[in-house]
């Protein structure tokens, strides 16, 4: 009876991605894909360590897995990503959790698999985490679980040191992969029949910036959506220090690419972007959105902001909301700063007390929602086309997104998951949209 795997992954698409790699290792060294926790054989927390909920979430996890390695002591428990890679993490992990069996790092995940086969042979825990980025490893049996959504790294690491982020420290230098693996990848997808790339780095403007590939961002971007097929492409993340002309060019050539940039302002005050080591100012970030909508008018935004940052005045939180209101986001991911030891914000004696920091997020989250609920009542009676996804059993529908990445429901007789349908828009509920599908359309 073959063994069975389960992953616990954290954090955003790129570990959702490296979940994936995860996935094919296992399958190579003969396991199986388990539903629940309670039957399986090898269970690895693919970790987080970005914001302090998500490191908060893998302790408490793994720390309820006690009981089950009582009753399974033959079950293995792995430990992987960011937080195993955080200077100092794996003796607190040690110490707090001496029923892990595995740990591996962020830099040398493709050793997960003679890990395991160390672990068979020996009793003692296995303790690897490489401390320098080496040669990018191409995982070309990546168990891809997000059909029709495929996501393609086209680059690791980062070189940005803002000052409150920890993933330089945990992810390394910027690494781009090759050119020609990257298309040969993408094709191989299409062939396959995925409908929609994203192209994934931590600062995608920045790929080929290190010499180890023939080809800029923009230059990449435009290979990949010549690519034959019927699908779409994404990207991210852009950062606005980098994000350029070139680029909106191609997307003003493929229909393929999704009118959509994602790019993250954190902050709408200069003397807080400074603090933060990003580089550019509230004035070089608003005119990047006007070139970018006078190319592409139709072209949505949608953004990274951070409240509470050391030394934030209620000015400067301010002017983040008039920057909100100015750009008029499509939709914004809202993080109160969490300090992340290592960096230098964490040392910063500015610190924001706690009740500051809620009552700005508060305020800011209505804000946004009030912004998102507009944009969606402005669909109600459009058709829209939409790459259905998924199907919820519990609401009894099919489910996909719009170029703009916003959530459309509906019914359907037939299975349409992985098919760009036509959507009248009846009603919008916040950001999600209900509608009816087109036939024929």
């Given at each position: 009876?073959?063994?069975?795997?389960?992953?616990?992954?954290?954090?955003?698409?790129?570990?959702v991605h490296e979940s994936e790699k995860i996935a094919g290792i296992l399958r190579r060294v003969g396991y199986t894909e388990s539903g629940a926790l309670e039957e399986a054989d090898i269970i690895v927390f693919n970790t987080c360590c970005i914001r302090e909920n998500a490191?908060?979430?893998?302790?408490?996890?793994?720390?309820?897995?006690?009981?089950?390695?009582?009753?399974?002591?033959?079950?293995?428990?792995?430990?992987?990503?960011?937080?195993?890679?955080?200077?100092?993490?794996?003796?607190?992990?040690?110490?707090?959790?001496?029923?892990?069996?595995?740990?591996?790092?962020?830099?040398?995940?493709?050793?997960?698999?003679?890990?395991?086969?160390?672990?068979?042979?020996?009793?003692?825990?296995?303790?690897?985490?490489?401390?320098?980025?080496?040669?990018?490893?191409?995982?070309?049996?990546?168990?891809?679980?997000?059909?029709?959504?495929?996501?393609?790294?086209?680059?690791?690491?980062?070189?940005?040191?803002?000052?409150?982020?920890?993933?330089?420290?945990?992810?390394?230098?910027?690494?781009?992969?090759?050119?020609?693996?990257?298309?040969?990848?993408?094709?191989?997808?299409?062939?396959?029949?995925?409908?929609?790339?994203?192209?994934?780095?931590?600062?995608?403007?920045?790929?080929?910036?290190?010499?180890?590939?023939?080809?800029?961002?923009?230059?990449?971007?435009?290979?990949?959506?010549?690519?034959?097929?019927?699908?779409?492409?994404?990207?991210?993340?852009?950062?606005?220090?980098?994000?350029?002309?070139?680029?909106?060019?191609?997307?003003?050539?493929?229909?393929?690419?999704?009118?959509?940039?994602?790019?993250?302002?954190?902050?709408?005050?200069?003397?807080?972007?400074?603090?933060?080591?990003?580089?550019?100012?509230?004035?070089?970030?608003?005119?990047?959105?006007?070139?970018?909508?006078?190319?592409?008018?139709?072209?949505?935004?949608?953004?990274?902001?951070?409240?509470?940052?050391?030394?934030e005045t209620e000015d400067d939180y301010l002017q983040t909301e008039d920057l909100v209101k100015t750009v008029d986001y499509a939709s914004a991911f809202t993080f109160v700063y969490s300090p992340r030891q290592g960096t230098k914000a964490a040392e910063m004696d500015n610190?924001?007390p706690e009740d500051v920091q809620k009552d700005r997020i508060m305020r800011l989250v209505e804000l946004v929602n009030s912004l998102t609920r507009k944009k969606s009542e402005k669909y109600v009676g459009k058709t829209v086309e939409i790459l259905c996804e998924d199907y919820?059993?519990?609401?009894?529908?099919?489910?996909?997104?719009?170029?703009?990445?916003?959530?459309?429901?509906?019914?359907?007789?037939?299975?349409?998951?992985?098919?760009?349908?036509?959507?009248?828009?009846?009603?919008?509920?916040?950001?999600?949209?209900?509608?009816?599908?087109?036939?024929?359309?």
């Amino acid at each position: 009876m073959a063994q069975k795997y389960h992953i616990v992954t954290y954090g955003c698409q790129m570990n959702v991605h490296e979940s994936e790699k995860i996935a094919g290792i296992l399958r190579r060294v003969g396991y199986t894909e388990s539903g629940a926790l309670e039957e399986a054989d090898i269970i690895v927390f693919n970790t987080c360590c970005i914001r302090e909920n998500a490191e908060n979430h893998a302790f408490g996890n793994i720390g309820a897995l006690k009981k089950l390695k009582k009753q399974k002591p033959e079950l293995l428990i792995a430990v992987g990503g960011c937080m195993t890679q955080e200077k100092g993490k794996t003796e607190v992990l040690k110490k707090k959790f001496p029923f892990i069996d595995i740990m591996f790092g962020t830099l040398n995940l493709e050793d997960l698999e003679t890990l395991i086969l160390r672990k068979r042979t020996q009793k003692k825990k296995v303790i690897e985490i490489r401390e320098k980025e080496g040669e990018i490893i191409e995982f070309p049996d990546a168990y891809r679980t997000s059909y029709p959504n495929a996501w393609v790294n086209i680059m690791y690491g980062c070189n940005n040191f803002c000052s409150y982020c920890i993933v330089p420290y945990v992810r390394g230098r910027e690494r781009s992969r090759k050119s020609e693996h990257i298309l040969n990848e993408v094709r191989q997808l299409v062939k396959e029949g995925y409908k929609e790339i994203t192209l994934l780095g931590q600062n995608v403007n920045s790929y080929g910036s290190d010499g180890k590939t023939d080809m800029t961002f923009a230059q990449l971007l435009d290979a990949v959506a010549s690519i034959e097929g019927n699908f779409r492409v994404r990207f991210m993340t852009s950062h606005p220090k980098d994000f350029n002309e070139d680029v909106v060019k191609v997307m003003e050539k493929h229909r393929k690419i999704c009118r959509l940039v994602h790019l993250p302002v954190q902050s709408g005050s200069n003397a807080v972007l400074k603090e933060m080591n990003r580089r550019y100012t509230r004035e070089k970030y608003l005119s990047e959105i006007e070139m970018l909508k006078s190319r592409l008018p139709e072209a949505e935004v949608t953004t990274d902001i951070i409240v509470g940052f050391p030394g934030e005045t209620e000015d400067d939180y301010l002017q983040t909301e008039d920057l909100v209101k100015t750009v008029d986001y499509a939709s914004a991911f809202t993080f109160v700063y969490s300090p992340r030891q290592g960096t230098k914000a964490a040392e910063m004696d500015n610190q924001i007390p706690e009740d500051v920091q809620k009552d700005r997020i508060m305020r800011l989250v209505e804000l946004v929602n009030s912004l998102t609920r507009k944009k969606s009542e402005k669909y109600v009676g459009k058709t829209v086309e939409i790459l259905c996804e998924d199907y919820d059993a519990k609401k009894g529908l099919y489910l996909g997104r719009d170029e703009f990445g916003r959530m459309g429901y509906f019914q359907s007789e037939k299975d349409v998951i992985g098919q760009f349908i036509q959507l009248k828009i009846t009603k919008a509920n916040g950001i999600s949209l209900f509608g009816e599908m087109q036939e024929g359309k």
